[in-house]
T-cell receptor, first 115, second 113 residues
Framework: AQKITQTQPGMFVQEKEAVTLDCTYD???????LFWYKQPSSGEMIFLIY??????QNATEGRYSLNFQKARKSANLVISASQLGDSAMYFC????????????FGTGTRLKVLA | EAGVVQSPRYKIIEKKQPVAFWCNPI?????LYWYLQNLGQGPELLIR????????DSQLPKDRFSAERLKGVDSTLKIQPAELGDSAVYLC???????????FGPGTRLLVL
């Protein structure tokens, strides 16, 4: 069965510093996708970044990058130059392309950026 | 381009009452999802539509929950009767196809008293 694990319930980071949010996953399917979403207090889930299991390079989107280590089954999100507006819940999610195509979400990490 | 629209944003009802949530997906998105998000948890899929067909409703509690997407565009999720444990955020999402990135609406926060 597929599973997403986020072991950090909460994280603090100083403004302008980089922070890494951990995500490990478990699947037996060779083809899958990994996503990160940001959920501010307003409640909307905002798509940040995507990594396919066959992608050779780590995905980057502006200040967001995904540190994809396939052998370790980890897909950590790196936020560079943190801003106060980055304070939110962050969810890692996975979709398998070999069967159900169902999104599985982790339990989230709450990030607080300090001024 | 407009995002996923949901209404209402908040709803407070007494237990045993019915309640309905509405979702309008991003234009052109064939796939629509309803999720349940409990406090401190990630979203959990309730139902997925491909156009007007419900292709995955295995997690939908069919004794009290129902959903429809009659014309393959907007969708309604209904609970009847509501129970205290239904208090949660109900998120709607859409995507171009089932293998594509999902985009979420702001959610409906339900409180059952």
């Amino acid at each position: 069965a597929q599973k997403i694990t986020q072991t950090q319930p909460g994280m603090f980071v100083q403004e302008k510093e980089a922070v890494t949010l951990d995500c490990t996953y478990d699947t037996s399917d060779p083809s899958y996708g990994l996503f990160w979403y940001k959920q501010p207090s307003s409640g909307e889930m905002i798509f940040l970044i995507y990594q396919g299991s066959y992608d050779q390079q780590n995905a980057t989107e502006g200040r967001y990058s995904l540190n994809f280590q396939k052998a370790r089954k980890s897909a950590n999100l790196v936020i560079s130059a943190s801003q106060l507006g980055d304070s939110a819940m962050y969810f890692c999610a996975m979709i398998d392309f070999s069967g159900t195509y169902k999104y599985i979400f982790g339990t989230g990490t709450r990030l607080k950026v300090l001024a | 381009e407009a995002g996923v629209v949901q209404s209402p944003r908040y709803k407070i009802i007494e237990k045993k009452q019915p309640v309905a949530f509405w979702c309008n997906p991003i234009s052109g998105h064939n796939t629509l999802y309803w999720y349940l998000q409990n406090l401190g948890q990630g979203p959990e899929l309730l139902i997925r539509y491909e156009n007007e067909e419900a292709v995955d409703d295995s997690q939908l509690p069919k004794d009290r929950f129902s959903a429809e997407r009659l014309k393959g565009v907007d969708s309604t999720l209904k609970i009847q009767p509501a129970e205290l444990g239904d208090s949660a955020v109900y998120l709607c999402a859409s995507s171009l196809g089932f293998e594509e990135t999902q985009y979420f609406g702001p959610g409906t926060r339900l409180l059952v008293l």
